[in-house]
T-cell receptor, first 114, second 122 residues
Framework: AQSVTQLGSHVSVSEGALVLLRCNYS??????LFWYVQYPNQGLQLLLK????ATLVKGINGFEAEFKKSETSFHLTKPSAHMSDAAEYFC????????????WGAGTKLIIKP | GAVVSQHPSRVICKSGTSVKIECRSL??????MFWYRQFPKKSLMLMAT?????????EQGVEKDKFLINHASLTLSTLTVTSAHPEDSSFYIC??????????????????FGPGTRLLVL
């Protein structure tokens, strides 16, 4: 069965510092991988996704993620954090086994310190 | 990108009343839509999969008679919370699946999420 693990329910970084949000998944077939962001009191917004092709995926707002099959990881990074990046981030996986239904991680709340 | 709307964005109702939430895909057709519930400080919980023209598939533990789902067209799914109680207060989010066929002939699917509906039952 598929599963998604996000390490750390809260991550705190200083403004301008590197952002690293970890996501590991399990899937028996090639997965589709996603990162979504949820700002306070808003719905989810797609940040980026990996389906096929280049393993380094660039998304909106300067975020990127790299699919590492050997590590079953899809960590999200941003070189320099902004105050506006404070939000909750969700990693999700889907594949044809699950009829492409998304399997969600528990989410990581990103806190930006001034 | 594709847009999914939800209406209303917020609703406050009295205990015992029913509330209908609409989910629309605005610029694509979605044979499959999903309804999620988000509890405070927790991740999303899939409630049901809504299939156009057929009955919804509910996740284990979700009451079918309480959370009525109708997917009457390729762009609209509705969730009706019947006889709402305070414990039904939550953030309800829908998503719609957009399927596109790439140049390789392979189908690619992406889910687009609605902005969510905050339900408060008094």
């Amino acid at each position: 069965a598929q599963s998604v693990t996000q390490l750390g329910s809260h991550v705190s970084v200083s403004e301008g510092a590197l952002v690293l949000l970890r996501c590991n998944y399990s899937s028996s077939v090639p997965p589709y991988l996603f990162w979504y962001v949820q700002y306070p009191n808003q719905g989810l917004q797609l940040l980026l996704k990996y389906t096929t092709g280049a393993t380094l995926v660039k998304g909106i707002n300067g975020f990127e993620a790299e699919f590492k099959k050997s590590e079953t990881s899809f960590h999200l990074t941003k070189p320099s954090a902004h105050m506006s990046d404070a939000a909750e981030y969700f990693c999700a996986v889907s594949d044809w086994n699950s009829n492409y239904q998304l399997i969600w991680g528990a989410g990581t709340k990103l806190i930006i310190k001034p | 990108g594709a847009v999914v709307s939800q209406h209303p964005s917020r609703v406050i109702c009295k205990s015992g009343t029913s509330v209908k939430i609409e989910c629309r895909s605005l610029d694509f057709q979605a044979t499959t839509m999903f309804w999620y519930r988000q509890f405070p400080k927790k991740s999303l919980m899939l409630m049901a999969t809504s299939n156009e023209g057929s009955k919804a598939t509910y996740e284990q533990g979700v009451e079918k008679d309480k959370f009525l789902i109708n997917h009457a067209s390729l762009t609209l799914s509705t969730l009706t919370v019947t006889s709402a109680h305070p414990e039904d207060s939550s953030f309800y989010i829908c998503s719609a699946r957009d399927t596109k066929v790439g140049t390789s002939g392979r189908a690619r699917e992406t889910q687009y999420f609605g902005p969510g509906t905050r339900l408060l039952v008094l």
